[in-house]
């Protein structure tokens, strides 16, 4: 079947110009992920939603990131007047419910913002 | 648990040689243990996991041991071949809930052909 998609892949935007990042999960899957991965590093987390509502939204570094889930669908993570240190691979997993499980990783978005 | 210490956050084996990565948890209750391995440019992708009723799970060359006691698991490769040659992070579920995982800093393993 398929697995995690993002779109898009790559994006380019100028300082302070919104933008919006979407995942599709696995169907079925009820929990959703999204990381932040900047170059060499680690993962982290910023937010986390089962089913439409996001249980932990701790790790949003700022005000100006926010993320909408449709359902147990669709994700978009959106970050308005994006700065330079944005920049970064934004990764999306999804898992099934009922406990820790594997999360499956999309391919990434990789922002660059100039 | 919110905090997982990873060891070392680099590595270089020769191959054919033996790579061990360490992680230590902080919450006792923690039941679920996963290690994931990134390639350059690739997404994350778990390789083996265990959980807190076990002690041991192998999958090939590949283990993956866990102590309670000590609250540490670690990931044991051997025979390693070039393409092991990768990120490896470990991670533990959040204290927050069962579902949500927190992962290490990563070990960055080089295999020397």
């Known amino acids: 079947g398929a697995g995690v998609s993002q779109s898009p892949s790559n994006k380019v935007t100028e300082k302070g110009k919104d933008v919006e990042l979407r995942c599709d999960p696995i169907?079925?899957?009820?929990?959703l992920y999204w990381y932040r991965q900047r170059l060499g590093q680690g993962l982290e987390f910023l937010i986390y939603f089962q089913g439409n509502s996001a249980p932990d939204k701790s790790g949003l570094p700022s005000d100006r990131f926010s993320a909408e889930r449709t359902g147990e669908s669709v994700s978009t993570l959106t970050i308005q007047r994006t700065q330079q240190e944005d920049s970064a691979v934004y990764l999306c997993a999804s898992s099934f419910r009922g406990g820790p499980n594997e999360q499956f990783f999309g391919p990434g978005t990789r922002l660059t913002v100039l | 648990g919110e905090n997982v210490e990873q060891h070392p956050s680099t590595l270089s084996v020769q191959e054919g040689d033996s790579a061990v990565i360490k992680c230590t948890y902080s919450d006792s209750a923690s039941n679920y243990f996963p290690w994931y391995k990134q390639e350059l440019g690739k997404r994350p992708q778990l390789i083996i996991d265990i959980r807190s009723n076990v002690g041991e799970k192998k999958d090939q060359r590949i283990a993956v041991t866990l102590n309670k006691t000590a609250k540490h698991f670690s990931l044991h490769i051997t025979e390693t071949q070039p393409e092991d040659s990768a990120v490896y992070f470990c991670a533990e579920p959040s204290n927050f809930g069962n579902e949500k995982l927190t992962f290490g800093t990563g070990t960055r393993l080089t295999i020397i052909p």
């Open positions: 169907s079925g899957h009820t929990a």
